[in-house]
């Protein structure tokens, strides 16, 4: 497919919102599904951290 400028191709012939909205999600699923368990290691580390300062301290 050619496009004459690069409006045409964003524009997708009418279809862009749909086809930039689906790449979007897209990115935005894969970013969370790497983003969301390092998160979630982080916050593991630092309950158990938290938790090892109190047994210590008793």
């Known amino acids: 497919m050619s496009f004459a ?6 524009a ?3 279809h862009g919102v749909y ?5 979007g999600i897209c990115l935005a699923v894969l ?3 790497v983003a ?3 998160m979630a290691r982080r ?3 630092q309950q158990e951290a938290r938790r090892l300062r109190r ?3 008793k």
């Open 31 to 33: 970013a969370l599904t």
């Open 43 to 45: 916050r593991y580390l």
């Open 5 to 10: 400028s690069f409006g045409e191709f964003i």
């Open 55 to 57: 047994e210590n301290v």
């Open 12 to 14: 997708m012939g009418h």
């Open 36 to 38: 969301l368990p390092i």
């Open 19 to 23: 086809v930039w909205s689906a790449y």
